[in-house]
């Protein structure tokens, strides 16, 4: 049954698709945006009504890369508890990572994941298929089985094909089928028994050191058969200035790709691991939750990630939520698992960086709504009448304190856990249905 028609009155709508950021009226009839206009210009006599005066209204936020554990691991997060941490997050839809246990690689899966997904009132879900069978890199999974039964993108994420002929077929075929390649850029070789990044800190710790260029050979060999076959690449959570550099020369010359990085790396260095704490979170020395692929790299990448924000090099935000229990991250840094948590401190994250970073509201949008949506090829992204009902609203003003055990995720593995911050998530609208509120 459609959800009751909802006006949102007097809000800030930024909605760099349509060229708006001003306060304004929004009308939502059956799920869908029935019109936009000035504020206080919609009738709201026998309609819920939502006064969003001093609040942003916008796009429903989009997360192209998260990690659910369902099916196999559903005592780190199942799709009921993800989803929902997703909507406490703001965010109305999530693509997931098939790097399950079985990995997702059979329409079958893909269809009993998607099928529970939707009695679930939380974000929309999106399912991501092995490029290849069981991700052991070698022989292609069944791409239109796989879309048939609703994948919207394949990936064998957590493990780069170092197969350059595999990965060939993979962009052929995947284009032919309608569906999005990602790639986890890691050269296997290099990166073996590497914790964190190699440099001076890990040096100073005696941990073991993966160099950047892990990354950036792998985004190079992938950024050479986006050149040979011209077809569309994604590349996940990219940590590397020199990678980055790869990719807007690739950009420059028309090449199909876009990237994506978490916000633990517009935040973070190698230096928290260290003890040292050049932005003051809260963070300290041997910290499990700073255990992440990739690893947090120096300030100058940092600085570079966020350079690459501005001028369009990055096109999307994606948190990379990777929860794990105590079990896997309560133990010595060497044996804990590698990933953090980040649905429900993302936006605020990122909403940081128009205060130190030079990020406008619109671009953020962009970054978090409405390339997500592009690149994906999903609806939202956007304010446009006669689209889904999807929103985020937001207090810029209202300061908080994340309390990790507070949160909708069944883990707390976040650096960010007792951290103030800003600009917090007020409610999330999913076909018109209010699926998340703080008040």
Same mark, same amino acid.
């Given at each position: ?59 429903? !936020?989009?997360?192209? #890369? /998260? ?98 002929? /595999? ?8 284009? /032919? ?14 990166? !073996?028994?590497?914790?964190? #990044? ?29 050149? !040979? ?84 090099? %990055?096109?999307? %935000? ?22 953090? %948590? ?7 994250? %990122? ?69 103030? !911050? ?18």
């Amino acid at each position: 049954m459609p959800a009751k028609p909802m006006v949102i009155k007097n809000g800030r709508i930024i909605d760099p698709l349509l060229g708006l950021d001003q306060k304004a009226d929004l009308l939502i009839e059956g799920g869908f945006i029935a019109s936009v206009e000035r504020a206080g210009s919609i009738e709201t006599s026998d309609r819920d009504q939502i006064n969003c005066d001093g609040l942003w209204v916008l796009p429903g !936020l989009i997360d192209l #890369h /998260v990690h659910l554990r369902d099916p196999g691991q559903e005592y780190k997060e199942d799709i009921s508890s993800g989803l929902l941490a997703a909507a406490a997050g703001g965010f109305t839809a999530v693509l997931a990572m098939p790097n399950t246990s079985p990995p997702v690689d059979q329409a079958s899966l893909v269809e009993s994941i998607l099928s529970r997904a939707k009695n679930v009132k939380g974000a929309r879900l999106y399912q991501s298929a092995a490029m290849t069978r069981g991700r052991e890199g070698r022989e292609l999974s069944e791409y239109d089985d796989l879309k048939s039964a609703g994948a919207k993108a394949v990936t064998d994420d957590g493990s780069w094909v170092a197969d350059a002929a /595999v990965m060939r077929r993979i962009l052929d075929y995947a284009f /032919v089928c309608g569906l999005l390649p990602l790639t986890h850029a890691e050269e296997p070789t290099l990166a !073996l028994g590497s914790l964190i #990044h190699e440099g001076s800190i890990s040096t100073r710790l005696g941990l073991s050191g993966q160099p950047a260029e892990v990354e950036e050979i792998a985004v190079f060999r992938d950024l050479a058969l986006v050149r !040979l076959t011209k077809k569309p690449l994604h590349i996940c959570h990219v940590s590397s200035a020199l990678s980055l550099e790869l990719i807007r020369r690739a950009k420059a010359e028309g090449l199909p790709v876009t990237c994506e990085t978490a916000p633990h790396y517009l935040h973070l260095t190698d230096r928290h691991l260290a003890g040292e704490n050049p932005h003051n979170l809260g963070v300290g020395g041997y910290d499990t939750n700073l255990k992440m692929k990739p690893p947090l790299r120096t300030q100058n990448d940092l600085l570079a990630l966020r350079e690459a924000l501005i001028d369009g090099t %990055i096109d999307a %935000i994606a948190t990379d939520h990777a929860p794990h229990s105590v079990l896997e991250k309560d133990m010595e840094f060497g044996d804990a698992a590698f990933g953090v %948590i980040g649905l429900e401190t993302s936006f605020s994250l %990122i909403f940081e960086l128009i205060k130190t970073a030079g990020l406008t509201p619109a671009r953020l949008v962009e970054l978090m709504s409405t390339n997500p949506s592009k690149i994906l090829s999903v609806p939202g992204g956007t304010l446009k009448p006669g689209t889904p009902a999807d929103l985020t609203i937001v207090d810029p003003n209202r300061e908080y304190i994340f309390k990790a055990e507070q949160g909708k995720s069944k883990s707390r593995n976040t650096p960010f856990d007792g951290r103030r !911050l800003t600009g917090q998530v007020i409610k999330t609208i999913v076909d018109g249905e209010i699926r998340f509120s703080i008040s």
